[in-house]
């Protein structure tokens, strides 16, 4: 009797995970203004293919994918956290002093990645380096 409440305990767990994580695509129009704001500034020259919302628990995420096949993910606060490309991301979207890091440390290289994680800053290189830092842009060490 005791292990059929636990396997239905379990159970019932694993149904209440599996309702409260979901990604659910939306449309633009209903992404916050201030998100919208960001893409209009950062990328103007690219068009809005999907909108997602991803809930995980009581987490919210915003994930945008444009065209060229960035793909953008805000925090529940709607900040960005992390941008994902195949080709060189805008300078406006890194911070500058990361900026001249890469340029003087890696001229041939562009930044093709960018995400913000507590504390430090990561960014992917098109050679597939990726390089960490602290959140406020000084070198730590290259990631492999």
């Known amino acids: 009797m005791r292990l059929v409440k636990v396997v239905v305990f379990l159970t019932l767990s694993f149904i209440t995970t599996l309702a409260l994580a979901q990604d659910r695509i939306v ?8 998100i919208k704001s960001y893409v209009a500034k950062h990328f103007p020259k690219h068009n809005v293919i999907q909108s997602k919302i991803d809930m995980d628990g009581l987490s919210k995420q915003y994930e945008i994918t444009l065209s060229d096949g960035i793909e953008l993910t805000f925090n529940n606060k709607k900040q960005i956290i992390e941008i994902d490309g195949k080709s060189k991301l805008p300078d406006s979207v890194i911070p500058k002093k990361i900026r001249d890091f890469v340029a003087k440390n890696y001229p041939k290289n562009v930044i093709t990645e960018w995400k ?25 060490k290259i990631d492999n």
């Open 27 to 34: 449309p633009y129009s209903e992404i916050p203004a201030g």
């Open 116 to 140: 913000i994680d507590g504390r430090r800053q990561q960014v992917g290189l098109d050679n597939d380096l990726d390089l960490e830092f602290k959140k406020n842009g000084d070198f730590i």
